[in-house]
C-alpha cells in the first residue's frame, strides 16, 4: 500500500510518460482533445485505476433530460461509431463518473490493468492512444451534427 503522496507520485509520473509515450502518435506539438471539444458540456477522457483503463466520450450537461436527449442523439449514430471505433464499446446513460455524479458515456475499457503496477503501463499507453485517435476521428465526424442539433434544441 502506497501513502497517499506516493501514491499521487506514482500517477503523475504515470500522466508524465503517457505524455511522452503519446508523442509517436499525435506529434512533438498536438495535444489530446480532451476538454477541448468545442461543444459544452462534451469531454472525451483517459481513466485509469487499480482495475481498469477506459477512453471515454462523456455527455455531463447538469439537466438530465438534455444530457439523455444528446446521448439519444449520439446513440442514432452508433452504426458510424461502429465502423470508426469497432462494435466493443458500451454505450451507458447512467455512468456515474469519478466524482460521483450521474453522466452519460461512451466508452472502451481495458481491464486487468493498475495504474500503480509499471508493467502494465506500456500496455494502458497502447490502449490510450490508440482508441482515443479512434474516438476523437469519430468525434470530428459526428461533432458538426451534434453541435448544430444542440444550438437548434437547446
Not at 480532451?34 to 487499480?50: A, E, H, M, P, Q
Not at 481498469?52 to 439523455?68: G, M, Q, T, Y
Not at 495504474?115 to 459526428?142: P, Q, R
Amino acid at each position: 500500500m502506497y501513502s497517499r503522496e506516493q501514491a499521487a507520485e506514482i500517477r503523475k509520473e504515470f500522466w508524465v510518460a503517457f505524455d511522452v509515450y503519446s508523442r509517436k502518435f499525435i506529434g512533438a506539438k498536438r495535444k489530446w482533445i480532451t476538454y477541448n471539444t468545442g461543444i459544452k458540456d462534451l469531454v472525451l477522457k483517459f481513466d485509469i485505476n487499480r482495475d481498469n483503463a477506459k477512453v471515454l466520450l462523456l455527455i455531463e450537461h447538469r439537466s438530465e433530460d438534455k444530457r439523455f436527449d444528446i446521448f439519444v442523439k449520439i446513440k442514432e449514430m452508433e452504426m458510424l461509431f461502429e465502423e470508426s471505433l469497432g462494435k466493443d464499446w458500451i454505450w451507458n446513460e447512467q455512468f456515474i463518473n469519478d466524482s460521483g455524479k450521474a453522466v452519460c458515456a461512451i466508452y472502451k475499457e481495458l481491464d486487468g490493468v493498475n495504474i500503480y503496477n509499471k508493467n502494465d503501463w506500456t500496455k494502458v499507453f497502447d490502449f490510450f492512444a490508440i482508441e482515443m485517435m479512434k474516438l476523437e476521428e469519430a468525434f470530428d465526424d459526428f461533432k458538426p451534427l451534434i453541435k448544430d442539433y444542440i444550438n437548434t434544441n437547446f
